[in-house]
C-alpha cells in the first residue's frame, strides 16, 4: 500500500516534470504532440477538481447544518442557493438568454459582486487615514510616492505640473527595478520548491504528515 | 468616551464623509477630459496599427465585482474595433461567471454598431486550467474550443476564418481583474510570441510596468483612469454627447469627477491623520 501511496505518485510526478522540462528544449512534432496531450490532461484534471470542490463544499456545509454549528443558517443558504443556480443552468439549458441562469446572474450575482467590491473604497480610506503614518524615512518615501501616484491617476492631479512625469518616472524606474529584483527572488524559489518536488524531498502534495 | 467608542465614532465618520464626497460628486461630476498617456496610447495604437478585417482575441478575464472599472474599457476598445471593421474574438480563462458578462458586453457594443454575431465577432466560453487551455490554444483552436459558447461550431463562424491558433491573432488584449495575465504572459507571450496588450484594474497596474520594458506587453490601461483616456480616443462622440445632455451612461470620463474627489479626499485624510498624530506625540513627550 507504501508502494501506491508514496512510490508511484512520487515516480509519475518525477517522469512529467523531467519529460516536461525536456520537451520545451525540443520543437520535435513528437514532443509538440505530447506536450498537447499532456495540456488535455491538465484541462480534464481541472474540470474533475472543479467537480471534487463541489462535493467538498456540500460535505462542510452539511456537516456544519446536522451539528447545528454556531452560523449553521448561512451554510443552509448557501446550499439552498447552489441548488436553485444549479436548476436555473438546467432549466436555461447553459445560457439560453432571459432565462432563470440570466436573471440570477443579472440581478442577483452581478448587484452583489459589485457591492462586495465598492465596500472596498470605503475600508481603504478608514484604513488609510489611521494607519498611513510618516513614522520612519522610508514610511515618509511611501506615503510621498503612494500621494504621487494617487494624484496622477486623476485629472485634477495630472493637471499639476510634474506631477504626470514624475509618476512615469517612479513607475517605470525603481518601481520596475524592485519588481525585477522580487520576480528574480520568486523565480529561483519556485526552482528550489521544483527540485524538491522532483526528487522528492517535498512531499507535501501527497497530503498526509509526510 | 471608550477608547473602542472612538475607534468606532472615527471609522463611521470617515465612512461617512467617502460616502457624502462620492454621493455628491456623481451628482454634480460631470465628464472629465482626460489625455492619453503614452503606456495606454501605445494598446491604442497597436490596435490602429491593425489591417481593417484582422482578428483580434480578448480575454475577458472579470466578473461582476470589477465591471465598473473594466466594462467601460472594454466599450473604449470595442468602439476602435468596429471602427476598423476587427473580427473581435472573445473568450475567458478567468471563471465561469466571466462569459455571461463578457457577452452581454460584446452584444450591446455590437448591437449598437450593426455588427452581426458570428461575421463580425464571437463569444466562447470558459477553459479552465490557468496557462494549459493557453498552452493548448496555441497548438491547435479547435481541438480545445470545437463550439461557441451557443453551440456553433467554430469552423462555422465565418468570423474564426483563417484562424487555427493563437498565433493566428496578430494582438490579444487581455482584460483582466486577475493573475490570468500571467499564464498569457508566460504562455501567450514567452510560448507562442502572441503580441499583448493588457487592460488591468488601477490596483493590478503597478504589477506588470516591468513587462513594458521587456516589450512582453506592449501597452496598459490601468483602471477607469485608463479607461477614460481610451474613451478620449475611441468614444469622441459619445464624450461629445455626454457632455451636452448631461446623461453619461457608463463613460469612465464620467467616474473621472468621483475618483479625483474621493482620491484627493483620501490625501487630505492622510495628510489629517499625520498631523493628528505628531500632534498626540508632541502631546505624549510635552507631558511628564
Known sequence: ????????????????VV??????????????????????????????????????????????IRVQTPGWGYSLVTLS?????????????????????????????????ATMFSLLGFFIASAAFRAFRARSVEATLLLATAVVIMLAQVPLGAAIP??????????????????????????????????RIIFGIERSYLGGTE | MTPEARKNAVRWSVFALVGAVITVSLLFGGVSDFHPTA???????????????????????????????????????????????LRVIVMTICSPNSPELADSIVRASADAHGKVYGTDYAVFGYLAGGSAPILALGQDWHAVYKTDRGGTPCRDLPAMKGISKLTDFPLCLEISAVSTIDYWILAGNAKYGLK?????????????????ATRQVVGIIGGVSGA??????????????????????????????????????????VVLGNILYFAGKRKEKASP
Open chain 1, 19 to 64: 519529460a516536461l522540462i525536456l520537451q520545451y528544449f525540443v520543437p520535435h512534432p513528437l514532443s509538440e504532440k505530447f506536450l498537447g496531450m499532456t495540456q488535455k490532461w491538465a484541462i480534464i484534471v481541472v474540470y474533475v477538481s472543479l467537480l471534487l470542490g463541489v462535493g467538498s463544499l456540500f460535505q462542510s456545509h452539511l456537516r456544519k
Open chain 2, 39 to 85: 503606456v495606454v496610447r501605445k494598446v491604442y495604437d497597436e490596435v490602429e496599427a491593425l489591417p481593417d478585417g484582422s482578428p483580434i482575441l480578448i480575454s475577458s478575464d472579470f466578473d461582476p465585482g470589477s465591471e465598473a472599472e473594466l466594462k467601460p474599457m472594454m466599450d473604449a476598445v470595442l468602439e476602435q474595433c468596429w471602427r476598423k471593421n
Open chain 2, 228 to 269: 477614460s483616456q481610451y474613451e478620449s480616443m475611441t468614444r469622441q462622440d459619445a464624450l461629445r454627447k455626454a457632455r451636452e445632455t448631461k446623461e453619461a451612461g457608463d463613460l469612465a470620463s464620467a467616474r473621472m469627477p468621483t475618483q479625483s474627489a474621493i482620491h484627493v479626499t483620501i490625501i487630505l485624510l
Open chain 2, 196 to 212: 499583448l496588450g493588457l487592460g488591468v484594474t488601477a490596483v493590478m497596474a503597478t504589477d506588470y510596468y516591468q513587462y513594458l
Open chain 1, 162 to 195: 510634474g506631477v504626470g512625469s514624475l509618476s512615469a518616472w517612479i513607475l517605470g524606474v525603481p518601481l520596475t527595478a524592485a519588481k525585477r529584483a522580487l520576480m528574480f527572488g520568486v523565480a529561483l524559489g519556485s526552482i528550489a520548491t521544483a527540485l
Open chain 1, 1 to 16: 500500500m507504501l508502494h501506491l501511496k508514496r512510490t508511484v505518485p512520487l515516480a509519475i510526478a518525477f517522469f512529467f
Open chain 1, 81 to 113: 442557493v447552489f441548488g436553485l443556480t444549479v436548476l436555473a443552468g438546467f432549466h436555461s439549458r447553459g445560457n439560453s438568454p432571459g432565462g432563470p441562469l440570466q436573471w440570477t446572474y443579472e440581478f442577483a450575482y452581478s448587484p452583489m459582486s
